[in-house]
């Protein structure tokens, strides 16, 4: 990543909260105050922000933030911090506000502030009429991915249900930060770990973070979240590796005919998968079903594909 020079004109972009679309462009030489009072000069109007939250300024190239005492916290790429220095694509949480440092044509630094203050007035009235969600947490994970908001969700201790969309609904259920359930299309069968482990790998689809609901489950995860997104990168990692010896997740799977290879030499693992290929006949199926995770159980398709045990398509 570049580091900020007096050559280069930045703003900070909302990729999340009240005014989702808008920028806000940095000069030179100027500090901005972010909080809620109307005379500053970035004013975010809500609850979690303070009167006077941060300001941030550009001074001999370098950026940087300051917390001016808030009560919830200023937070970059999921630390809390009472200074930093920012570099382009840092992440900001202020509130519900989610702000990305950009880089910009340099003559978005001549543009009127009160033009800035109308264009952010825009894009907060565009958001309300876009928006019948409850929650003004909003966002797209192609933004921001779904890793960096739940270490900012984390670091910031928040309550609620993350709710992502694409052509699937995959729900992450947090209690001060913390990951204790999930689930994709309400089918708790699959268990909380495997769909969070899935949700992870999702790269493109809108976000909410919705208040908590009081749903109890008879499972809970109880792994820290870092340790449970450390867990789902590995696999996502040895997913992608094994992939290209993978069938199609829908593609027709079932035993040879004739099966010749001895069953006497698999163990139980992978007569058990096996089971599942001739009970669900697809990738998906037996991923769904299998009582391992899906890295372990694919590694066993695999298996079963090379020695002849099984055929695809």
């Known amino acids: ?28 030489d100027k500090q901005i105050v972010i909080g809620r009072s109307s ?47 920012l570099k382009e694509g840092d992440r900001i949480l202020i509130g519900t506000s989610i702000l990305k440092l950009i880089q910009q044509g340099a003559d978005s630094v001549n543009v009127d502030e009160n033009v800035v203050k109308q264009k952010l ?29 739940l270490q900012l969700f984390h670091t910031s201790k928040k309550n609620g249900v993350l709710v992502i969309t694409n052509e699937r609904e995959g729900k992450i259920y947090l209690r001060q930060g913390r990951v204790y359930y999930a689930v994709i299309d309400e089918n708790h069968n699959l268990g909380p770990q495997k769909s969070f482990n ?26 820290s979240t870092e340790a449970l997104l450390m867990d789902a990168l590995r696999q996502l990692d040895e997913f992608k590796r094994i992939q290209g010896q993978l069938p199609d997740i829908n593609m027709a799977m079932r035993l040879s005919q004739p099966l010749t290879a001895p069953l006497k030499e698999l163990t139980p693992e992978l007569l058990d998968v096996l089971q599942l290929v001739h009970n669900y006949g697809s990738l998906a199926g037996v991923l769904d079903h299998a009582d391992q995770d899906d890295v372990l159980t694919a590694e066993a398709v695999v298996q079963l594909l090379k020695r002849e045990y099984i055929t695809a398509g």
């Open 39 to 85: 005379e500053l000069d970035m004013v975010l109007v809500e609850d979690m922000v303070s009167r006077k939250h941060a300001k941030i300024m550009i001074a001999s190239g370098a950026i940087t933030i300051e917390d001016l005492g808030s009560t919830n916290g200023t937070f970059v790429n999921g630390e809390k911090v009472k200074q930093a220095r």
């Open 121 to 149: 007035e825009e894009a907060a009235a565009a958001q309300a009429a876009r928006s019948t969600k409850t929650s003004s947490m909003t966002g797209k994970i192609e933004e921001i991915p779904l890793p960096d908001l």
């Open 1 to 28: 990543m570049s580091t900020p020079s007096g050559s280069k004109a930045y703003a900070l972009k909302f990729i999340s909260g009240k005014y989702q679309g808008g920028e806000f462009p940095l000069k030179q």
């Open 198 to 223: 899935r949700i992870i790998t999702w790269e493109v689809g809108d976000f909410e973070l919705r208040p908590a609901d009081n749903q109890e489950f008879m499972v809970e995860l109880d792994s």
